[in-house]
């Protein structure tokens, strides 16, 4: 699983868990003050010039390099509010079960809200003080503190963060601490050595070697959407979040911000952000401002061969295809539709998911947004204004798993069974009864067939056939045979399933 959100905290009764990521890099970084900062800035100079490349054969030591370095890593220890329910027990962040607390505390209105600690890793980019760390370290923070190399502990505030690539920076007072860069011009390569530094478990200044595995990596985590990850197999763990890792030279090459493991712990696959890309929004969030990007409105996916079929276009088409569209945003004032796969914006062609999040991101809010979409297999040109894309934890809570309200129609229409699925409008009493969210309307599955897949179980909603809303089971009945006449194996559906909220899901026609 991709542990993002595990920076150590420590329960009431004393718990501790630690974070983890990584990553690192190197740039000439101009602070508050750029030219008496040359004086800290630590610039150690490659054996063989300005080549990325490591001398001939595997270095003897790290030693050198971490005594260089060491001092513009830091540890990051924080204060976070934990909620706490009626009953006692509650969450906290990091840890796969609650915490209830010892028996015979009661608690009163007026009581103090509990808090818990967490650590995480964090680097100095200037000498007066700026520090870059992961946000999911200091996003809810109430108290930050950082721990030097050197022993001093000193009070830190946040400067600001970007929740989409999980960037912060921090600051403490000051004018005399040594710092790193990130490194932009010289590419690293799959297979150069790498040395992470960081805050594992809490323990402090700890370093870890390993390499370069992999590169471009996109991860699935809608809050990746904007990262193309640096894949490094220095061992990194929980605490590791925010820290560097350096390239043989001690140049910063990324940010660590996510583990893939099954167990939370290291398995030699840690994901860092580049530092092309720290540099550019770290560098923003020191001036003080705040990061937008554009936004459309819209669910996308890459779509599969499945779907394409589905859709009646060819195996290999590419494009960006529409699973949900929000309700009076950007895209849906424009006439954007489920189903529809965008296959160009503003001239460029997109070739999958990624590609347009990114470049409808990179566009300014108000600016023109220009779609070459396919729909019914007919190429058509959509043109919309870019929005302001909301905080990512805005966007997880628009996730239309709601709790139900009135129906603003009763649609009529007799059940009946077809394609395998027992059908039945969706009246009041059974939205309440399933739990679906007023905005969603459609037909529920009540039953299925032997032999239909177990996924379109009772209580899915079906509410569009492709472009299509169906209401009755006629509406279903009738969209289903008109793809059928145009050949198709299946149909492109648009459900609402309880726990997830609107999906995309093909009904493949029974034979």
């Known amino acids: ?38 004086v800290n800035r630590i610039t150690p100079v490659p054996a063989n010039g300005d080549r990325f490349s490591p001398p001939p054969g595997a270095p003897n030591s790290f030693a050198d390099i971490f005594d260089q370095v060491a001092p513009a890593v830091v540890q ?46 964090g680097f100095f980019i200037s000498q007066d003080g700026f520090i870059v760390t992961n946000n999911h370290v200091v996003a809810d923070a109430t108290e930050i503190k950082v721990k030097m190399s050197d022993g001093r502990e000193l009070p830190a505030r946040l400067v600001g963060r970007d929740e989409a690539t999980d960037l912060a920076v921090i600051k403490v007072d000051g004018d005399n601490f040594k710092y790193v860069s990130f490194e932009e011009t010289a590419e690293p390569r799959v297979g150069d050595w790498v040395i992470a530094v960081g805050n594992p478990f809490g323990l402090g200044g700890t370093a870890t ?16 959407a904007y ?47 580049p530092a092309e890309i720290a540099k550019q929004i770290t560098s923003r969030l020191m001036r003080g401002e705040v990061i937008e990007r554009g936004y459309l409105g819209v669910k996308i996916s890459t779509p599969t061969t499945e779907e394409l079929g589905a859709l009646g276009l060819k195996a290999d088409q590419k494009g960006a295809l ?42 300014k809010p108000g600016d023109t947004l220009r779609m070459e979409v396919l729909r019914d297999g007919r190429r058509q040109t959509i043109t919309a204004r870019s929005g302001t894309r909301p905080s990512e934890t805005e966007l997880n809570s628009e996730n239309g798993l709601g709790q139900g309200g009135a129906a603003p129609n009763d649609p009529s229409g007799a059940s009946a069974t077809v394609e395998g699925l027992n059908l039945t409008p969706l009246t009041p009493a059974l939205r309440q009864r399933l739990g679906a969210p007023a905005s969603v309307e459609g037909l529920a599955i009540m039953g299925v067939e032997t032999g239909v897949d177990a996924r379109l179980g009772q209580g899915v909603v079906i509410q569009q056939v492709q472009n299509t809303p169906v209401r009755t089971v006629d509406d279903f ?31 493949t026609f029974k034979k």
Do not use: C
């Open 76 to 121: 990051i220890d924080v204060t976070v509010k934990v909620d706490q329910p009626q009953g006692g027990a509650f969450q906290i962040p990091g840890l796969p079960f609650q915490f209830v607390p010892p028996q015979g505390r009661s608690d009163g209105e007026d009581a103090e809200p509990r808090t818990t600690q967490g650590a995480g890793s």
């Open 322 to 363: 529409v699973a949900e569209v929000t309700p009076e945003g950007p895209a849906d004032k424009a006439g954007l539709r489920f189903s529809d796969l965008v296959v160009s914006l503003n001239g460029e062609v997109i070739d999958s998911s990624t590609k347009l999040t990114r470049l409808v991101g990179a566009a």
């Open 209 to 224: 070697a390993g390499i370069v595995s992999a590169k471009a990596r996109s991860l699935p985590d809608a809050s990746s």
């Open 477 to 507: 009945r009738d969209a289903v045979a008109s793809v059928k006449a145009s050949g198709r194996s299946g149909a492109y559906l648009l459900i609402w399933v309880r726990g997830q909220g609107n999906v995309p899901y093909v009904l």
């Open 227 to 273: 990262t193309d990850f640096l894949q490094i197999d220095a061992a990194i763990n929980r605490g590791n979040s925010g820290g560097p890792t350096f390239d043989v030279y001690g140049r910063v090459i990324g940010v660590n911000s996510v583990i893939l493991s099954p167990t939370g712990s290291s398995v030699g696959i840690g994901f860092a952000i």
């Open 1 to 38: 699983m991709l542990k993002r959100k595990e920076f150590i905290l420590g329960a009431l009764a004393g718990l501790t868990l630690a974070a983890g990521a990584t990553a690192g890099g190197i740039v000439t970084w101009p602070g508050a003050h750029a030219d008496p900062q040359a």
